[in-house]
Every structure is written in structure tokens, then in C-alpha cells.
């Protein structure tokens, strides 16, 4: 990992966001046969999907996989799953694609989060994460247990953005993945970008050592040379 800091205009975000995926899955794909893809939920990561689903993507040697997901059925119009993969493939999810979701609807969420876990590799080669606004990334907020967590690679988490109830990758496989990028646009954001690259202390700091890209906004509380 490069730990890239990219601050960019808002009209070259998709465009800059879209090219790194391509090279960086193009990266693993030139010395493995798979390439395991871990997907960002939220809204800031939606028109990066579509852009890559205009794309040709080697789809068969890619194994998609998720980095949280809410408690909502996988057709709730909140679902991470539903979101991402109307974007990735608005016609339908192909026959040959390897995509996984997190079974986030399962009443029993501590073993949901075992069985996906028990279906990822010891680690991702590429991570992509967004953050919020208090620093959460993937569905690590501030003050979970998750934070804690050292040998699980799924857990079961609540956190203060709607829906509360969600599953959520823990740092191990966060600290553990090849290849990280952190997409992260607008001024709300700018402070969480702040504490997570500058203080280290929101939970956004575990993926410090991966690729970010901000648009100039985000970026705004950074200093200089970061
Ligand atoms: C989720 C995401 C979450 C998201 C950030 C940013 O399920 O909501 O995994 O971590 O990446 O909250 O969300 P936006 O991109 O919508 O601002």
C-alpha cells in the first residue's frame, strides 16, 4: 500500500476513483487467478459503481464481497447489497459473478456474522471504504466493541447512522487488506478526514495507511504534505 493522499475537484472524483479500482484489481489479477473485491456501502461510492458497470471488467475472476451491511432485507431500499449491486449491474448481476452479501436480515446476527466471515479469505486485495461524518468506516463507530476486536473478521455492530443495527468487517481485516481506497467527498466530511489522517483518533484512522481520495472539500482541515 502507497498510503496516496489524492485531493481532487469534485468533477474528477468518479473518473479518479473508477481508474484506481481498475488498476488495482488489474494489479492482483496479473499474478492471481481471483481477485477478492470488498465493496464500500453508503452513497458516496453509487456513481463510482456506475461508472465501473460502463466498464469491462473481468467479472468472472472477481469475487465481490462487502464491507457492512445494514439489519434490512436485501431488497430494503437501504440495503447496502440492493444499493451497490443495482449500481455494479443495473441489468441484472451476471451468471458468472462471485458476489457474497452479508445476511444482514438473519434474526441471529452474531452467526450471520460468523458464516461470512468463515467465507472471506485471510485477506482482501482490494478495500474500498467510505467514512462519516464521526469517522466511522465500514460500520465501525466510535465506541464500538468492534474497535476492539483482534481475531473475528464479521461482527454485529450498532451504530448512530440509521439503520442501527448493522454487520461490519472489524480492523483485522481492515489493517490486513493489500490494497485500501477511502472515498471521501464534501465539507461535512472534512473534519472526520481530519482526525482520522492528522489526530488518529476516529475509528477511520485504521485505514490511514491506505490510498485516500477526497475531493477538495473533504480534504479542506487537512494540512498541508500529508
Ligand atoms: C454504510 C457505509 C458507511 C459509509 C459512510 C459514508 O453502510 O453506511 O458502510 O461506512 O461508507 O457512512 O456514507 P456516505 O458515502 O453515504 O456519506
Redesign the pocket.
Known sequence: MTGMRMVVDSTEFVSRAENWILQAVSDVLAKRSDCYLML??????LPVYRALARRDLPWARIVCLF??E?CVPPDDTQS?YGSITQALFPLGIPPDVRIFRMRGEEEDREDAALQYGAIMPDRVDVLL????EDG????LFPGSAALEETDRKVMPAVGA?PPPH?LTITPPVILSAHEILVMVEGSD?SAAVHRALEEGDVPASIAKSGDWLMDKAAAGMLHAGV
Open positions: 464500500a456501502g453508503g452513497g458516496t461510492p464491507g457492512d445494514r447496502n471504504l467510505g467514512i462519516g466511522h468506516t465500514a460500520s447512522k448493522r466530511k
